[in-house]
Nanobody
Framework: VRLVESGGGLVQAGGSLRLSCGAS?????????IGWFRQAPGKEREGVSC????????YYADSMKGRFTIFRDTAENTVYLEMNSLNPEDTAVYYC?????????????????????WGKGTLVTVSS
């Protein structure tokens, strides 16, 4: 199984980016909760946003609320992370991850070490 992120890049503060997370062919993407995590240099990996397999619930870390939006395109087997009002503190490698069984989307985002599958990440750099 391979998760693939795309959409990272260099953006000025206040700008926007849309990250995409897709899966290799045959992966039952719609059965998995998907989460976005990030890791900045010298920091631990942290949960950004997570969405349930049926899209009924989503969770955002406090600093992302109102700025980031997670959504799933079932037909495209892709989960997106729309990021607005970016600031330099958002600079990090962003990873998507999949987990089959979750207690809640918040619990998923709070436990990055418990994911079933990971992508390799995409770098987001926000300049001041």
């Amino acid at each position: 199984v391979r998760l693939v992120e795309s959409g990272g890049g260099l953006v000025q503060a206040g700008g926007s980016l849309r990250l995409s997370c897709g899966a290799s062919s045959g992966f039952p993407f719609d059965r998995y909760a998907i989460g976005w995590f990030r890791q900045a240099p010298g920091k631990e990996r942290e949960g950004v946003s997570c969405i349930s397999s049926d899209n009924s619930s989503s969770y955002y870390a406090d600093s992302m609320k109102g700025r980031f939006t997670i959504f799933r395109d079932t037909a495209e087997n892709t989960v997106y992370l729309e990021m607005n009002s970016l600031n330099p503190e958002d600079t990090a490698v962003y990873y998507c991850a999949a987990k089959l069984w979750i207690i809640s989307v918040q619990a998923m985002c709070d436990a990055p070490n418990a994911m079933d599958f990971w992508g390799k990440g995409t770098l987001v750099t926000v300049s001041s």
